[in-house]
T-cell receptor
Framework: EPEVTQTPSHQVTQMGQEVILRCVPI?????FYWYRQILGQKVEFLVS????????KSEIFDDQFSVERPDGSNFTLKIRSTKLEDSAMYFC???????????FGDGTRLSIL | DAKTTQPTSMDCAEGRAANLPCNHS???????VYWYRQIHSQGPQYIIH???NNETNEMASLIITEDRKSSTLILPHATLRDTAVYYC?????????FGSGTKLNVKP
């Protein structure tokens, strides 16, 4: 069964450094998402991406965040200057349509020191 | 804001049916009901979704009340591997709002 894959599984970064989280969505999907989950808290929406542009973003997704689909298979989340509070699990998801289920990857654990 | 309410936790004996309720009284007429689960810190796993009719797949059954204000996810024969947090997230404008979910403990 096709799945969303994310790399790395764990990323440790010094505060202030840039980090790029990578995702390979399911191949025929057209809608892409990032969510995050701070330890012990709820899963929170960050951003949705369709047709090579952001379609929706949350208040969390400020100017320090950006997303890109650099080629036909990868979808990336960049945090320009990381803060301690960016430490969380980051989940990528994709779906084949607006009302189709979103399928999630197993996440990247981001630890900011 | 639209939201869903679920019990914080439930217990179920292995091999028995697990019935997980969700109240979504503010759902609008064209919004689907979705169910996901999260095992440990893995990504949310899609289980099932429906609009008005009851649905069944290889994982579970979904019962939606006629007024669509609530639904029940049924795991017909729960196993220890079904221990997880179960969510019925609000789907709004192409994104999910996850609540705290129901922690289902399947016991031997």
């Amino acid at each position: 069964e096709p799945e969303v894959t994310q790399t790395p599984s764990h990323q440790v970064t010094q505060m202030g450094q840039e980090v790029i989280l990578r995702c390979v969505p399911i191949s025929n999907h057209l809608y892409f998402y990032w969510y995050r989950q701070i330890l012990g808290q709820k899963v929170e929406f960050l951003v949705s991406f369709y047709n090579n542009e952001i379609s929706e973003k949350s208040e969390i997704f400020d100017d320090q965040f950006s997303v890109e689909r650099p080629d036909g298979s990868n979808f990336t989340l960049k945090i320009r200057s990381t803060k301690l509070e960016d430490s969380a699990m980051y989940f990528c998801a994709s779906s084949g349509g607006r009302v189709q289920p979103q399928h999630f990857g197993d996440g990247t654990r981001l630890s900011i020191l | 804001d639209a939201k869903t309410t679920q019990p914080t936790s439930m217990d179920c004996a292995e091999g028995r049916a697990a019935n997980l309720p969700c109240n979504h009284s503010t759902i609008s007429g064209n919004e689907y009901v979705y169910w996901y689960r999260q095992i440990h810190s893995q990504g949310p796993q899609y289980i099932i979704h429906g609009l008005k009719n009851n649905e069944t797949n290889e994982m579970a059954s979904l019962i939606i009340t006629e007024d669509r204000k609530s639904s029940t996810l049924i795991l017909p024969h729960a196993t220890l591997r079904d221990t997880a947090v179960y969510y019925c997230p609000v789907y709004n404008f192409n994104k999910f709002y996850f609540g705290s979910g129901t922690k289902l403990n399947v016991k031997p």
